[in-house]
């Protein structure tokens, strides 16, 4: 597990009924309970083990617009935006801070994809500057490669993973919403082809809006009602260490290794790119959908087959009925094995590239499971054929940052009110309806 996260206490009385009921307390569920219930609507918030427990505190915690793919650059923007007036609005530290983020690489082919996509942020006015070998050395002092190049975006910055989403949850329970952690939702109530509610495992509340916010879990979740949603599971692994005098003072990305420093003097580091695959019968069922992308990203990729996946978690072949337990309570909360070998190769990638970081040391390491598209574009989509429902999922590893805006969006739809941005780029229809999905872009 990673750090500890951030206590947030149940509601007392489990309601009968609710506007809108939100599945998963992750970052994209607790922020679009905040943004409907700032709507004054009777919200409740289930979450089948802990707020924040599972990818939205395992992440990096970096809040980016550089290097996005271009259909969720408008989404991106402003969630940035939404990360400082959320601070203020809720009154709860999200560790939010615009720090900036830098890039530096020896590979040409890097930095000409970095000025490309800078030409397309300029667009959308976001600012980006690419960094000559000298001033990539200048925002790396104490670095021992002779950068060739980079990028800086000095808007963009993080937050911290194990606040965030217990504090958006807080923040909306002290405003009136509803929380109950442990208490998985078995599956919908459904009356004349619509959502009519929700079956927990502590009943029946009746609704005729629900997200479904269930992560690496959503799949899973929507097959249980015919709903066919083509996502991939991925390992990841990062590591904190111990504190340090820091030599490295703002989040930095290279080839090798990608850290944030801490206010204490640690910092959160991961090895960009690399994952582990654990296939079981969801990733069976859309290989033919994720064989592009895992043709692009193989050499970056652990495959560990095993049974235990085809049984037990988000890519088992279980079925259930609404009145036994599903695997939702089996597995309250995701935690997956770190790849120690990731996590050595990160630290001596450190110790390498800064001498003043020689004696760092390992504190704590984890693993987490990232929802994934085959496009890596996420789905905030209403479901057209079953009324009522709206899917927030597939972040593919980069949904941290852009949680508040994914929120917002995924309470426009629930309500029917104009959407925050153009929808169209997640729409859950272009997985299923034969669309030529893009390639993924920047991440």
């Known amino acids: 597990m990673p750090a500890p996260l951030r206590y947030v206490q149940d509601s007392t009385d489990f309601p009968d009924s609710a506007d809108v009921v939100i599945i998963g307390a992750g970052i994209a569920g607790s922020a679009a309970t905040w943004e409907l219930t700032k709507q004054g609507l009777r919200v409740v918030l289930l979450e089948k083990g802990l707020v924040g427990a599972e990818q939205s505190s395992r992440n990096w915690g970096w809040c980016r617009q550089q290097n996005r793919d271009e259909r969720e650059l408008p989404l991106s923007i402003y969630a940035l935006q939404r990360w400082t007036e959320l601070e203020r609005e809720t009154g709860e530290d999200l560790g939010f ?18 000025e490309k996509w800078g030409h397309i942020a300029k667009q959308y006015g976001v600012e980006s500057h690419i960094l000559t070998a000298s001033a990539a050395k200048a925002m790396t002092p104490g670095s021992s490669t002779a950068w060739l190049g980079g990028v800086s975006s000095p808007t963009d910055g993080y937050a911290e993973p194990a606040w965030a989403a217990p504090g958006l949850a807080r923040a909306a329970v002290a405003r009136g919403a509803m929380l109950f952690q442990q208490c998985a939702v078995r599956g919908l109530d459904i009356s004349g082809g619509a959502v009519s509610g929700v079956w927990t495992e502590r009943g029946l509340i009746k609704t005729s809006r629900v997200i479904v916010a269930a992560g690496a879990w959503t799949s899973l979740f929507c097959r249980r009602h015919g709903i066919d949603l083509p996502m991939g599971n991925v390992i990841g692994t990062a590591f904190r260490t111990k504190p340090i005098e820091q030599a490295i003072t703002v989040p930095f990305y290279t080839g090798r290794f990608a850290c944030r420093p801490q206010l204490d003097g640690s910092y959160t580091v991961a090895v960009s790119g690399r994952g582990r695959l654990e296939p079981g019968a969801q990733g069976l069922r859309y290989v033919r959908q994720f064989w592009p992308t895992f043709k692009s990203r193989r050499k970056n990729l652990t495959i560990s087959p095993g049974i235990a996946p085809f049984f037990r978690g988000p890519e088992s072949l279980r079925s259930w009925s609404l009145d036994s337990v599903s695997p939702f309570e089996k597995v309250r909360i995701l935690d997956p094995q770190p790849d120690h070998n990731m996590v050595q190769s990160g630290l001596a990638a450190m110790r390498s590239e800064y001498p003043a970081l020689a004696n760092l040391q390992v504190a704590q390491a984890w693993g987490g499971m990232i929802d994934s598209t085959p496009d890596a574009i996420p789905v905030i989509s209403r479901i057209d054929k079953l009324p009522g429902l709206v899917v927030s999922a597939g972040y593919s590893g980069h949904g941290f940052g852009i949680g508040p805006g994914a929120g917002r969006l995924a309470a426009d739809l629930a309500t029917d009110i104009t959407p925050v ?19 993924p872009g920047m991440m």
Do not use: H
């Open 97 to 114: 801070r615009r720090s900036g983020l830098v890039y530096a690489t020896q590979d040409q082919s890097e930095i000409d994809a970095w």
């Open 421 to 439: 941005v153009d929808p169209a780029p997640f729409r859950y229809s272009r997985l299923v309806d034969g669309s030529n999905l893009n390639s």
